[in-house]
């Protein structure tokens, strides 16, 4: 799917803007990035970002290795996640006195368990005679790898920039550190503004229906609404021309209505202009029990029917387990219970959706 760096392009980071107010558990961007004329892109595609491992963690190996190269390891290695052959390569060349024992416990046992929080410097610093010769471990890393990102706008809003809508993935690393996802890192912290990221657009099958007059429905929690605000964008784009359109319902959630609210006004103005006609939201922690998009499909699952029975096309974009997974199970208890069907019936009938390109997902 991804991704040859000699089809990519070099874009500019022009703005970053947290959207997440303070005081939330999220820390969520809305990222801008100037583009050239060769990125050509529709709402609904993907854009693959080159991403630099965090300086921090640069800094730190750098130091435990003979003849570092700070900007190969900034964009060529992973360095945030351990792999086999690191462990192996250690054990082979480089254990310190006493290590072997638990290297090979790693390498006989559950590997990734034993892995998990810790990156290549901390396996240096805990396992081996260090500084090793650079060339000799960086032999033994994986490449570091693109990451994709649903595009957030649309082009007509502007033809020279692309948006993305950002959450800081951070996990926990060794001794109560936490550690910085590399890609969410880079684009929401480390690139200074005006610096260069390589980019490249890829597409998907994720697209509006051609005719606008269809009606859409848009479930997207999280960093899931990033492709709706693009489709949004486009959909103001028409109104403003006098396309005919068919209506727009979206279901929005996240923690707390209070600091996770992204993009209310833009959605509040989008309702009184009619470019969206309804709008449900799911705030699944600011009461004592959670409420998902999931719960306000089914609230409103007679109205839902009727539109899916009119033709209206689903989309559904954010994590791929639970919520799109949950969020499947509930349209197809919709079928079954408005529509009468059995359980394989109701199955059936959100496949033969998902066949005709009236179900589409986009999911992580
Ligand atoms: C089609 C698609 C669309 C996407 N769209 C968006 C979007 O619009 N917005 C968005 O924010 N994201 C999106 N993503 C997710 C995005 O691609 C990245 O996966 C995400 O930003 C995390 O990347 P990262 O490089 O920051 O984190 P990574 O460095 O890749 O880490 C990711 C996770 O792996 C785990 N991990 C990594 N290393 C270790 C370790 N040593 N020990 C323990 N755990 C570890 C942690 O859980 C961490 O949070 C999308 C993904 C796909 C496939
Ligand atoms: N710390 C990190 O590394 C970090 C930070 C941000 C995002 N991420 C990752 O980035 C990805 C996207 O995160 P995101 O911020 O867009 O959204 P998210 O974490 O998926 O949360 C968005 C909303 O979806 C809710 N939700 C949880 N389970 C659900 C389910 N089964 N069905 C429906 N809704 C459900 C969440 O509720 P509750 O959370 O209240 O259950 C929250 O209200 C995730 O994979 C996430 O793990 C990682």
Redesign the pocket.
């Known amino acids: 799917m991804i991704s040859d760096k000699k089809l990519s392009t070099m874009g500019r980071l022009l703005r970053r803007v947290c959207l997440s107010k303070e005081g939330s558990?999220?820390?969520?961007y809305l990222v801008t990035i100037g583009m050239g004329e060769e990125l050509v892109y529709e709402p609904g595609d993907w854009l693959v970002i080159f991403p630099q491992n965090p300086p921090d963690q640069v800094g730190r190996l750098a130091k435990l290795l003979k003849g570092a190269d700070f900007d190969q390891l900034s964009r060529n290695f992973t360095i945030l996640s351990v792999h086999r052959p690191l462990v192996q390569w250690i054990l082979e060349n480089a254990a310190r006195e006493g290590a072997s024992g638990q290297l090979s416990e790693w390498l006989d046992g559950d590997f990734n368990t034993m892995a998990r929080g810790y990156v290549v410097a901390d396996m240096l610093e805990k396992f081996a005679n260090v500084p090793v010769a650079a060339g000799d471990l960086l032999a033994n890393l994986k490449p570091l790898q693109p990451r994709l990102y649903s595009i957030a706008s649309a082009p007509e809003a502007n033809p020279h920039t692309v948006e993305l809508v950002v959450?800081?993935?951070?996990?926990p690393g060794l001794d109560g550190k936490f550690y910085e996802?590399a890609a969410?890192s880079f684009l929401n912290k480390y690139l200074p503004l005006g610096g260069e990221l390589r980019i490249q657009a890829t597409k998907t099958h994720f697209k509006l229906p051609s005719d606008p007059r269809v009606d859409v429905i848009f479930i997207g929690?999280?960093?899931?609404i990033a492709p709706f605000r693009g489709f949004l964008q486009h959909r103001d784009f028409l109104q403003k021309n006098g396309t005919p359109m068919g209506r727009c319902w979206l279901f929005f959630?996240?923690?707390h209505r209070a600091t996770?609210y992204i993009f209310e006004e833009d959605l509040t103005a989008y309702q009184k202009s009619g470019v969206l006609d309804r709008l449900d939201l799911?705030?699944?922690?600011d009461q004592d029990h959670?409420v998902?998009?999931?719960d306000r499909i089914w609230e409103n699952r007679e109205e839902i029917w009727k539109w899916i029975k009119g033709g209206a096309h689903v989309y559904v974009c954010?994590?791929a387990?639970?919520?799109?997974?949950?969020?499947l199970g509930t349209f197809t208890k919709v079928a079954g219970t408005c529509g009468n069907l059995s359980t394989e019936a109701s199955e059936s009938y959100i496949k033969t959706l998902q066949k005709c390109r009236r179900y589409l997902q986009d999911v992580?």
Do not use: L, N
């Open positions: 558990a999220k820390s969520i959450a800081s993935a951070f996990y996802g969410s929690p999280g960093t899931g959630g996240d923690q996770d799911a705030f699944s922690r959670k998902y998009v999931q954010g994590t387990d639970p919520m799109a997974r949950d969020v992580y």
